[in-house]
C-alpha cells in the first residue's frame, strides 16, 4: 500500500470578514476621491488612496501568511509507524524569536477516539468548518484546526485511515457446549 500524505490548509473564503474589510476600506477611499475634488486639500485624498491600498495589501499578506502557515496534516504509512498520525501545525509569524513560533501536536490514527466538527452559520454557508480531533489519552480536545474546507469530508477520511490502525474490541470467547452422544451436552 503507497504512503498518503495529505494538507488540508484553511480556505480562501474563511478569511471572509477580512475581505469584507478590504473592500469596506477601497469603497471608502473612493467615496471620499468623489467627494474631495469639491473641498479643497486634494493632496489630502491622495494620501488617503496611498493608505487604503497599503492597508489592503497588509492584510492580504495577513490572510496569506495564516494560510501558508497552518495545516492540518494527514499521514498514514503502512511501512513506518511515526508517519501513522495526524497533525496539526502552526506559525506565527509575528513571534520569530519565541518558542511559541512553531507548534505543532500529533496525535497517533490507533489513538483518534473522536472527530468532530463544529460549523457556524456562515461557515455552513461557505462549507468550512472547524474540525477536533480528541485522542484515546485524553478527555479534552487536542487538535483543533478552524476553517477547513469541505470538513465532513476531510472527517470522514480521517476516520476510514484512523480505522486501520485500531484494534476491534476483542469479544470474550464464551466456551462452545459440544453435544454428546446421547444428545446432552458436556
Known sequence: MEPIYKYFKPAWRSFYKLIILQVLILILACVGSFIGPCKSGTNLFKWMWIFAVVVDVLIFCYIAIQRATTS?????????AEDQEVAFIVCHPLKPFSSDFRTSIEIGLANIMHIKVGQTMMQTVLNIGDIVVTSSGTATEEIFAPNIPNPQAVRDEIQVHARRYTMPASTPSTPTATPTAEGQQA
Do not use: T
Open 72 to 80: 492540518l496534516v494527514l499521514r498514514d504509512n503502512p511501512d513506518k
